[in-house]
T-cell receptor
Framework: DGGITQSPKYLFRKEGQNVTLSCEQN?????MYWYRQDPGQGLRLIYY???????QKGDIAEGYSVSREKKESFPLTVTSAQKNPTAFYLC???????????FGPGTRLLVL | KQEVTQIPAALSVPEGENLVLNCSFT??????LQWFRQDPGKGLTSLLL?????REQTSGRLNASLDKSSGRSTLYIAASQPGDSATYLC?????????FGTGTRLKVLA
């Protein structure tokens, strides 16, 4: 089965803690993206990567970091610098930057 | 700066009705426009992608149109069903990223 997986489904962060959200795809897509979704707001782009070992900041990159060491994987770390991390995080991928984006099921991050 | 607006924010219709969801954008210099469906607590499912050179796309009971000059797109759903209940999002692709609207929450009543 081809698709995008995100784990965990729910994640709890303690004050001052860094947490990492996983995103894996077996679609052989070059481009991958991370979005944040808050109630009543549209999706906002955090980071994107057009190719392995390359990534760019989106609109709200502060307090987040990513890596793209493998084509299939694009993990997102929410650092302690992100003061309002509670949100629904969505990962997506596409064959190339101009093509349809396919989304994972999302991870809901909550702060304890 | 590109802005994407979806009106109405919520819509309830009886089963079987044909309906239209609207999406407007402020900058006509787009590469494509995509319509998505999102069920509560889930990821997004792509419904239709319209390239900037196209006027419309169809998939089953769904038809999406694009008028770049007026900055508008519509998603037409024919013969609506309770299973169509979800939030529908449009996203406009600019130079390097998609800008999303806030969505229209659709409820189809049985």
């Amino acid at each position: 089965d081809g698709g995008i997986t995100q784990s965990p489904k729910y994640l709890f962060r303690k004050e001052g803690q860094n947490v990492t959200l996983s995103c894996e795809q077996n679609l052989n897509h070059d481009a991958m993206y991370w979005y944040r979704q808050d109630p009543g707001q549209g999706l906002r782009l955090i980071y994107y990567s057009q190719i392995v070992n390359d990534f760019q900041k989106g609109d709200i990159a502060e307090g987040y970091s990513v890596s793209r060491e493998k084509k299939e994987s694009f993990p997102l770390t929410v650092t302690s610098a992100q003061k309002n991390p509670t949100a629904f995080y969505l990962c997506a991928s596409s064959i190339s930057y101009q093509e349809t984006q396919y989304f994972g099921p999302g991870t809901r991050l909550l702060v304890l | 700066k590109q802005e994407v607006t979806q009106i109405p924010a919520a819509l309830s219709v009886p089963e079987g009705e044909n309906l239209v969801l609207n999406c407007s954008f402020t900058d006509s210099a787009i590469y494509n426009l995509q319509w998505f469906r999102q069920d509560p607590g889930k990821g997004l499912t792509s419904l239709l992608l319209i390239q900037s050179s196209q006027r419309e796309q169809t998939s089953g009971r769904l038809n999406a149109s694009l008028d770049k000059s007026s900055g508008r797109s519509t998603l037409y759903i024919a013969a609506s069903q309770p299973g169509d209940s979800a939030t529908y999002l449009c996203a406009v692709k600019g130079t390097y990223k998609y800008i999303f609207g806030t969505g229209t929450r659709l409820k189809v009543l049985a």
